[in-house]
């Protein structure tokens, strides 16, 4: 039984440039979430997806953008990067029908803008 | 917007000495969960307190859910280097289900 899957494990990119980065949840899960941690802090809520649309969003600006798919996997867009966008992005997967359910965290991918 | 603070930020413990980490929101919390993320790795799922005044224990660790559902706590006893890491609470609203992290405890633990 998979657990959370996010590739790639490491990235490195140029300011101004675009980055996709993948997820395949926990096999039976059908809800996808995205984290930013920067260095030292808290994971910090970018979207949620579920039924392939957006449900809910945090306070990040239009240059993060997602997509959930037909079987679950999500994949998270950054245009136009900042350095600022260096962080470990975490995918995390859960099942909407259970109230509160636990989030099921993947190992990350971790950005760097130069 | 919703705040959930935690304190402390950091917590140097000698092994075998217990300690406390706090979660504290400014608005009435529908549930919270507790997370540890290890050195390197991502966070991991501990408990979640929905009821309140509940009070849970996994071996070493207590987590408690204040009674009016805006604080929550985590102790542990007998602290082991195996504890190292840092805990998250992470809240849901009464009204509406976002989802905010605190910013965590990390623990340092002295051998």
């Known amino acids: 039984d998979a657990g959370v899957t996010q590739s790639p494990t490491h990235l490195i990119k140029t300011r101004g440039q675009q980055v996709t980065l993948r997820c395949s949840p926990k096999?039976?899960?059908?809800?996808v979430s995205w984290y930013q941690q920067a260095l030292g802090q808290g994971p910090q809520f970018i979207f949620q997806y579920y039924e392939e649309e957006e449900r809910q969003r945090g306070n990040f600006p239009d240059r993060f953008s997602g997509h959930q798919f037909p079987n679950y996997s999500s994949e998270l867009n950054v245009n136009a990067l900042l350095l600022g966008d260096s962080a470990l992005y975490l995918c995390?997967?859960?099942?909407?029908?259970?109230?509160?359910?636990?989030?099921?965290f993947g190992n990350g991918t971790r950005l760097t803008v130069t | 917007g919703q705040q959930v603070m935690q304190i402390p930020q950091y917590q140097h413990v000698q092994e075998g000495e217990d300690f406390t980490t706090y979660c504290n929101s400014s608005t009435t919390l529908s549930n919270i969960q507790w997370y540890k993320q290890r050195p390197g790795g991502h966070p991991v799922f501990l408990i979640q307190?929905?009821?309140?005044?509940e009070v849970k224990k996994q071996k070493r660790l207590t987590f408690q859910f204040g009674e009016a559902k805006k604080n929550s706590s985590l102790h542990i006893t007998a602290t082991q280097t195996t504890d190292v890491g840092t805990y998250f609470c992470l809240s849901s609203k009464a009204a509406g289900n976002k989802l905010t992290f605190g910013g965590g405890t990390r623990v340092l633990v002295k051998p």
């Open positions: 307190l929905v009821k309140s005044g």
């Open positions: 096999s039976g899960h059908d809800t």
């Open positions: 995390a997967s859960s099942l909407l029908s259970i109230k509160s359910s636990p989030l099921h």
